[in-house]
């Protein structure tokens, strides 16, 4: 049985490339970056190296690229260096971030006295930015604002140039969790007013374990993890060279792909149009006309006695795809994003996401696979 991924949001396979870079640089380049020996200095310059890649293809300097083990640690450290450094006490986002960002805020909330301020979302999961513009009017200069640029569950896509732009005509931080856009739309940090950003390797087809923030050079934010001077005192703890070389290989030929976006793009319209076919009820979640991301389809089935094992029976048969809800107390719910958005809870929400290798093919047994099991169970 040939399997399918239909789970790109989730996570990336290794691109060829990145793979044989990495193995090179684990075999040869395993000296510790911070040593002076030539081992430790071959390691150090690839570690340099990546990072003016990176700086390059984002229109940073070099100076604003740190590396660390996730955007879950990068999101982390940025949202919790603010409060103890920066004297951050109120933090604006919206109810659809990441749950690295919305358990952070609790964390900030319930711990370090911290006001979370979290703008409404409309039923497609787009903020209103007069909502934010006027929150910023009557901020003080202890307030930032925390909003991710690309939505993971539902594909929605803020407009982080106007909210960057209110961000600097009302002198406030700006923080964008841009994990699902970066390696996939072009990202110039030149002409986006954000003060810190995140990205991680594993969603744009470089290893896991490997990420990195950019912090606009005005800030100067003190070391969070202590230890060595790694990473410019930044984030203490040996580099992960090879992984770091994978990041920045794979960002490199992601963003040289020309294609990438039509191809998923058009994966995504043709996956809707045949889903529409089969099940007319089907809801779309997320924009769809405009300000979407092109490789995450979110579609929620109509009501039916097979909608809590659909994932189960996919994955059965080969198809490996993302819910889009918990299963709490043996009752399914809906996650966070669907309730923000106002989601039918009767009914089964299912993201696909695509990628650099997913086929027409693919789409067609996932969409037959589903109409089986809906058709064979009544
Ligand atoms: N932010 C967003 C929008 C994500 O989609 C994810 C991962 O799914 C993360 C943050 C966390 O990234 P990582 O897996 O590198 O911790």
């Given at each position: 049985?040939n399997?399918i991924f239909l789970d790109h949001?989730?996570?990336?396979?290794?691109?060829?490339?990145?793979?044989?870079?990495?193995?090179?640089?684990?075999?040869?380049?395993?000296?510790?970056?911070?040593?002076?020996?030539?081992?430790?200095?071959?390691?150090?310059?690839?570690?340099?190296?990546?990072?003016?890649?990176?700086?390059?293809?984002?229109?940073?300097?070099?100076?604003?690229?740190?590396?660390?083990?996730?955007?879950?640690?990068?999101?982390?450290?940025?949202?919790?260096?603010?409060?103890?450094?920066?004297?951050?006490?109120?933090?604006?986002?919206?109810?659809?971030?990441?749950?690295?960002?919305?358990?952070?805020?609790?964390?900030?909330?319930?711990?370090?006295?911290?006001?979370?301020?979290?703008?409404?979302?409309?039923?497609?999961?787009?903020?209103?930015?007069?909502?934010?513009?006027?929150?910023?009017?009557?901020?003080?200069?202890?307030?930032?604002?925390?909003?991710?640029?690309?939505?993971?569950?539902?594909?929605?896509?803020?407009?982080?140039?106007?909210?960057?732009?209110?961000?600097?005509?009302?002198?406030?931080?700006?923080?964008?969790?841009?994990?699902?856009?970066?390696?996939?739309?072009?990202?110039?940090?030149?002409?986006?007013?954000?003060?810190?950003?995140?990205?991680?390797?594993?969603?744009?087809?470089?290893?896991?374990?490997?990420?990195?923030?950019?912090?606009?050079?005005?800030?100067?934010?003190?070391?969070?993890?202590?230890?060595?001077?790694?990473?410019?005192?930044?984030?203490?703890?040996?580099?992960?060279?090879?992984?770091?070389?994978?990041?920045?290989?794979?960002?490199?030929?992601?963003?040289?792909?020309?294609?990438?976006?039509?191809h998923v793009h058009n994966l995504r319209l043709h996956m809707k149009e045949k889903l529409l076919q089969e099940?007319?009820?089907?809801?779309?979640?997320?924009?769809?006309?405009?300000?979407?991301?092109?490789h995450?389809l979110?579609a929620?089935?109509?009501?039916?006695?097979?909608?809590?094992?659909?994932?189960?029976?996919l994955?059965?048969?080969?198809v490996?795809v993302?819910?889009?809800?918990?299963?709490?107390?043996?009752?399914?719910?809906?996650?966070?994003?669907?309730?923000?958005?106002?989601?039918?809870?009767?009914?089964?929400?299912v993201?696909f996401s695509f990628g650099?290798e997913s086929t027409i093919e693919e789409v067609d047994r996932t969409v037959e696979h589903i109409t089986?099991?809906?058709?064979?169970?009544?």
């Open positions: 049985m399997k949001a989730s996570t990336t396979s290794l691109h060829p490339e990145v793979i044989q870079l990495m193995t090179k640089v684990l075999s040869e380049n395993y000296g510790n970056p911070s040593s002076i020996h030539s081992h430790g200095r071959s390691a150090k310059m690839i570690i340099e190296k990546s990072r003016k890649t990176v700086a390059r293809l984002l229109h940073a300097a070099p100076s604003e690229i740190f590396f660390m083990s996730s955007a879950t640690e990068a999101n982390n450290t940025i949202l919790k260096n603010c409060v103890a450094h920066l004297g951050i006490d109120t933090i604006i986002s919206t109810p659809t971030e990441h749950p690295c960002i919305l358990r952070t805020l609790e964390y900030l909330t319930a711990h370090h006295d911290v006001k979370t301020v979290l703008l409404s979302v409309d039923n497609n999961g787009n903020i209103d930015t007069e909502e934010l513009r006027s929150h910023l009017e009557i901020s003080t200069a202890s307030t930032m604002v925390s909003i991710m640029h690309g939505n993971n569950e539902i594909g929605t896509i803020h407009d982080i140039k106007t909210i960057g732009g209110l961000c600097a005509q009302y002198n406030r931080l700006y923080h964008c969790d841009a994990v699902q856009t970066i390696g996939k739309l072009p990202i110039d940090l030149n002409q986006l007013n954000a003060d810190f950003l995140s990205g991680s390797a594993h969603k744009f087809r470089g290893p896991k374990g490997s990420a990195f923030f950019y912090v606009n050079k005005k800030h100067n934010l003190p070391p969070y993890i202590h230890g060595g001077s790694q990473e410019r005192n930044m984030r203490a703890g040996t580099e992960n060279t090879s992984g770091i070389a994978g990041l920045a290989k794979a960002l490199e030929l992601s963003l040289k792909d020309p294609l990438y976006a039509i099940f007319p009820h089907i809801i779309f979640n997320g924009n769809q006309d405009t300000m979407y991301l092109p995450i979110s929620s089935f109509p009501p039916h006695a097979q909608n809590s094992t659909l994932l189960m029976n994955d059965i048969l080969g490996s993302s819910s889009a809800s918990a299963c709490s107390a043996g009752v399914e719910t809906d996650s966070h994003v669907l309730q923000a958005i106002g989601h039918d809870p009767d009914r089964k929400t993201r650099q089986k099991i809906y058709s064979s169970h009544g």
